[in-house]
């Protein structure tokens, strides 16, 4: 099994987007909003993770200012996990965007994923703070800075 990380900037072409969608959609169990949300976010950049033609994985994110960009979804095929995948995605985007100058990279995910939580922590985010959305939901706030960031082994 060869794994191929590639990097988009702003929307997918048509087949990859379909591919994110169905990953996101065996995720999570709701991708009907993803297109036109994805349209939505300023300087859009998606880092793939392709078997073959197949997308299995996916982290996609946009900026939130010059200096700080966030980190916003992510995921595995379920059939991937525990390959270093999840962190791959995200070494190469945080590759990606200190190339790019930003400083500071947010993220907020909840307890009930405690897989995302650690590989978060693990690769040098600090929890900086909570709050609930507007759903009701309890997020945990993550930034991390990538000037003096360095990832810890695992």
């Known amino acids: 099994m060869t794994i191929m990380y590639q990097i988009i900037n702003g929307m997918p072409q048509q087949v990859v987007l379909a591919g994110i969608v169905e990953l996101h959609q065996t995720i999570f169990g709701d991708a009907g909003t993803l297109i036109s949300k994805l349209e939505s976010k300023p300087s859009l950049t998606v880092v793939v993770a392709k078997d073959k ?13 010059r200096d ?3 980190s916003w979804l992510g995921g595995v095929n379920p059939n991937y996990r525990k390959k270093g995948i999840a962190s791959k995605l995200m070494d190469v985007q945080h590759q990606y965007l200190r190339g790019k100058g930003y400083q500071v990279i947010q993220t907020k995910t909840m307890n009930r994923w405690r897989n995302m ?6 690769h040098g985010f600090d929890i900086i703070d909570t ?15 990538l000037a003096i960031s360095k990832k810890v082994e695992e």
């Open 131 to 145: 709050c609930t959305d507007e759903k009701g939901l309890h997020k945990i706030i993550l930034e991390k800075h």
């Open 53 to 65: 033609e197949i997308i299995i994985g996916y982290k996609i994110g946009y900026e939130m200012d």
């Open 117 to 122: 939580l650690l590989l978060n922590i693990k």
């Open 68 to 70: 700080t960009y966030y």
